[in-house]
């Protein structure tokens, strides 16, 4: 039988660890996101499908919807939604709807924070899969000052103790991070 500290150290892994679902990202007030739609009238096509900005109230206006809520919806969950809001108010009977982040837009770059032992303080731009080394590397690497053994991260207002020289033996327990993660690294 395990014991309750045991089962809260995986409890607590398991929590760091856990990589975003399919690598989509929920969205933010600001993100400019393309919406494309078939299997309605043609002449509808081009009045409905083009780039949208997900407002400061958290929503998308939509035709012959309005609003839809986008703010902290993954565009796959978004995507279904608009679907079934245009089924369920008898607007369109199979609409086929494909929602995608504008990649290339500023408004949607997220951003993890390093700083400390750095030779290049500050935000880092996100990409799916960044870990933790890969974040302080882009951010210049380890000053000649760096603690590595004794990082914090900082997700979500917990802060977790890391040690970094670890990695160097075993590469799995370098942790991957979510946007907005904070890397601090004591001199």
């Known amino acids: 039988m395990k014991t309750p500290h045991i089962l809260f150290v995986a409890f607590l892994l398991g929590t760091i660890y856990a990589p975003a679902q399919n690598g989509e990202l929920a969205l933010k007030t600001g993100d400019r996101v393309t919406i494309t739609i078939a299997g309605v009238p043609d002449n509808e ?12 109230n958290g929503t998308i206006n939509l035709p012959y919807i309005r609003e839809v809520r986008a703010q ?12 079934q809001t245009y089924v369920t108010q008898d607007i369109y009977t199979r609409p086929t709807v494909t929602v995608s982040i504008d990649a290339g837009d500023a408004a949607t770059t997220r951003l993890v924070y390093v700083v400390g032992g750095i030779k290049g303080n500050g935000t880092v731009a996100y990409t799916n899969g960044m870990t933790m080394l890969k974040a302080i590397s882009a951010a210049g690497g380890f000053s000649p000052f760096a603690k590595p053994s004794k990082t914090k991260l900082i997700r979500g207002g917990q802060t977790y103790e890391v040690n970094l020289k670890d990695i160097s033996s075993d590469p799995s327990k370098d942790m991957k991070l979510q946007p907005e993660d904070q890397i601090i690294v004591p001199e």
């Open 72 to 83: 902290g919806v993954k565009p796959s969950t978004l995507q279904r939604s608009i679907e």
């Open 45 to 56: 096509i081009a009045q409905i499908s083009k780039v949208y900005t997900v407002a400061d």
